[in-house]
């Protein structure tokens, strides 16, 4: 389910929760009730999100262990997942998708040719937003990392792995125009 649909129903709930507390919000303009319930949304989505995340914590250590040399830099995943992992090591990222059944992506790090990050308004809200890497990778020339939390500290931490990958292989940069 994505984030607007758990965000509408929980705002639904909110609204219902209220109706049926028999609170009057006569008082408060239309305005504020909005604002109100906006908010008591945001800070539900918070929490569940901890809740979910307090138990993906001991997958995600194991998923970002590594023994051979590799580094890891940042590991999360998106905001209420529980079937996406995301680990950025400093020769790699990995993608893991599934509950029961597992799909394994890595994507080296000196393919990259491109990343950018994106937040809507309600996203700036949640400190979420989606990450996008473009590479030269044949079989996913474009992933996403989805609804991650602080996604400019993530994008500048994986532009300066993504920069020393290409320096410690010895890659340029070279632009035709």
Known sequence: MELEQVRSKIKAAAWQ???QSGVNLAALSSDDQNKLVDAVTAQMLVVMDEVIGSDADDQLTRLAESGDGEQVLWKGRPLLSLVEYYVITNERIKVVKGLLGKDYENYELIRV???????SVGE????????????????????????????HEVYELLRKAWLAARKKYGLIFREEM
């Open 124 to 151: 700036r809200l949640l400190d979420i937003g989606d990450i996008r890497i473009k590479g030269a990778d044949p079989s996913h020339a474009e992933i996403v990392l989805r609804n991650i939390k602080n996604p």
């Open 17 to 19: 929760a209220i109706a």
């Open 113 to 119: 040719q491109d990343i950018d990050f994106a937040q």
